[in-house]
């Protein structure tokens, strides 16, 4: 499946994001941490609410700098480990 602007991205179930000191991790559903995550890609994590294109997420990142490719980038890799859905 390719991930575009119009994508809708969705969690999957049992995969969670934890705050552990001043770094977010993600865990799979199994528990294992899937990779840290970076300030920007955890509050991609808190907007991808099922509802949300890419485009519109990316936008409501904005104010810090063009977001788009770089949100597209992280969901793709997301994608790609099976932990959300389109």
């Known amino acids: 499946m390719t991930l575009t602007r119009s994508s809708v991205p969705r969690r999957r179930p049992g995969v969670e994001v934890e705050v552990v ?9 199994a528990g294992t941490v899937a ?6 890609a955890a509050r991609v994590w ?10 519109e997420i990316a936008v409501l ?8 490719a770089d949100v597209l980038a992280f969901l793709a890799a997301l994608l790609e480990r099976d932990l959300i859905s389109v």
């Open 46 to 55: 808190e907007l991808m609410d099922g509802r949300r294109t890419v485009a």
């Open 35 to 40: 990779r840290g995550l970076n300030q920007t």
């Open 61 to 68: 990142l904005e104010g810090e700098r063009d977001v788009e």
């Open 21 to 29: 000191g001043e770094q977010a991790v993600m865990l799979d559903a």
